[in-house]
């Protein structure tokens, strides 16, 4: 599979609680990037990583969330104290950084917070 | 503030008739220019880019046109085709990498067969 897999694809929680999203991009893909989707918008840039290094990210990263990358192979995505306003499509994609293409995005991990 | 538009929710075209989809941005700093296709329940596709050098981009049966002093770009799909049925993001970056892409709201295009 060449595939960038994200999982699980959904996840529904309760308010308050902590969630963890993991995504593995394709091999050779040394770039990272996590977006969030919400309905009827297009996908918002959260944070990328270049091999381990974070080394961008978004305002709209509160402190709740934290992602990793640990090794630059997959990566983990963290949302603690759950609110509402964190329902949306989290989507992950991988880039290859000399690459002319665009990102390769998964299937998104689908989180609704109750 | 919405740095790229897409003005148009929804667009429906014969099959085998020419599809325009259009994209406007504000942010001047935007040097490179993507499409990509979304289809229900899966990521978005990377269809189709555009450096800001060029005005003109052709893979196919797609096209991206770039207008920068109108800061407009517009996708042709042509012949169009029941497949071709998604929504359609255009997205930007100001780093000529697509470090960090910053999306339209999308434009549904339904290609009747």
């Known amino acids: 599979d060449t595939g960038v897999s994200q999982n699980p694809r959904h996840k529904i929680t309760k308010r308050g609680q902590n969630v963890t999203f993991r995504c593995d991009p394709i091999?050779?893909?040394?770039?990272l990037y996590w977006y969030r989707q919400t309905l009827g918008q297009g996908p918002e840039f959260l944070t990328y990583?270049?091999?381990?290094?974070?080394?961008?990210k978004s305002r709209l990263l509160s402190d709740r969330f934290s992602a990793e990358r640990p090794k630059g192979s997959f990566s983990t995505l963290e949302i603690q104290r759950t609110e509402q306003g964190d329902s949306a499509m989290y989507l992950c994609?991988?880039?290859?950084?000399?690459?002319?293409?665009?990102?390769?995005f998964g299937s998104g991990t689908r989180l609704t917070v109750v | 503030d919405q740095q790229v538009k897409q003005n148009s929710p929804s667009l429906s075209v014969q099959e085998g008739r020419i599809s325009i989809l259009n994209c406007d941005y504000t942010?001047?700093?935007?040097?490179?220019f993507l499409w990509y296709k979304k289809y229900p329940a899966e990521g978005p596709t990377f269809l189709i880019s555009?450096?800001?050098?060029?005005d003109k981009n052709e893979d196919g049966r797609f096209t991206v046109f770039l207008n920068k002093s109108a800061k407009h770009l517009s996708l042709h799909i042509v012949p169009s085709q029941p497949g071709d049925s998604a929504v359609y993001f255009c997205?930007?970056?100001?780093?000529?990498?697509?470090?960090?892409?910053?999306f339209g709201s999308g434009t549904q295009l339904t290609v009747l067969p």
């Open positions: 091999s050779e893909h040394n770039r």
């Open positions: 994609a991988s880039h290859y950084l000399q690459g002319i293409r665009g990102y390769t």
């Open positions: 942010n001047s700093m935007f040097d490179y």
């Open positions: 555009i450096s800001s050098i060029k």
């Open positions: 997205a930007a970056s100001a780093d000529g990498s697509a470090r960090q892409l910053t």
């Open positions: 990583f270049q091999n381990e290094a974070q080394l961008e």
